[in-house]
């Protein structure tokens, strides 16, 4: 005996509901929410441009309550001794001086990440110390010394381990690929 019409819609129904749900594929749509943070192995590289400066990054976690102050804090004063909004920053730093110009990667093991991840982070800024002159005053990754990195698990490819940072005299760029469809939240 075949069931009735409302148990096949309903079996149906529940079918769509579980690959939903436990496929995580919900969470997962642009414009809509985009998951859990996730930890990455962050690889910061050099640009040729570089090989005969000295230059600071800083890698900082943030939530999304400390978005705004970081979209508009000036990079320069940022790197001024004794800042106090870099002293009070959560951040992993390293420093590309002639000669030492090699990749440098912070790794998914690294105990900052459970720090940030108990604190709610859900981006990392990448700022950097460039040589040159840079106008001040321009929004989030408007200054070119600064980009900001989603840690959703949405934002990248299925699978994805490692997120990759260029940091160069014109500027610091994200050189990991988004997932298809997707492309990096403005602020």
Same mark, same amino acid.
């Given at each position: 005996m075949k069931p009735p019409f409302r148990s096949q819609a309903l079996v149906l129904a529940l079918l769509v509901l579980d690959a939903g749900v436990f496929g995580g594929c919900s969470?997962? $749509?642009?414009?809509?929410?985009?998951?859990?943070?996730?930890?990455?192995?962050?690889?910061?590289?050099?640009?040729?441009?570089?090989k005969d400066?000295?230059?600071?990054?800083?890698?900082?976690?943030?939530?999304?309550?400390e978005l705004p102050k970081w979209q508009t804090y000036?990079?320069?004063?940022?790197? $001024?001794?004794?800042?106090?909004?870099?002293?009070?920053?959560?951040?992993f730093s390293t420093e590309f001086v002639?000669?030492?110009?090699?990749?440098?990667?912070?790794k998914k093991t690294d105990p900052l990440w459970d720090k940030w991840t108990k604190s709610g982070v859900q981006y990392l800024?990448?700022?950097?110390?460039?040589?040159?002159?840079?106008?001040?005053?321009?929004?989030?990754?408007?200054?070119?010394?600064?980009?900001?990195?989603?840690l959703c698990k949405c934002y990248w490819p299925d699978k994805t381990m490692d997120l990759e940072v260029k940091v160069q005299a014109g500027g610091v760029t994200?050189?990991?690929?988004?997932?298809?469809?997707?492309s990096l939240p403005p602020w």
């Open positions: 969470s997962c $749509k642009p414009g809509g929410p985009a998951g859990l943070p996730l930890s990455y192995n962050l690889k910061i590289n050099p640009g040729d441009s570089l400066s000295s230059v600071v990054a800083d890698v900082v976690g943030i939530n999304q309550s000036s990079v320069k004063d940022y790197f $001024k001794p004794g800042d106090p909004f870099r002293q009070d920053a959560v951040k002639p000669g030492k110009q090699s990749q440098v990667e912070l800024v990448v700022v950097a110390d460039l040589p040159g002159f840079f106008k001040e005053g321009k929004v989030g990754s408007q200054d070119p010394r600064r980009q900001l990195i989603p994200l050189v990991s690929p988004t997932r298809e469809g997707w």
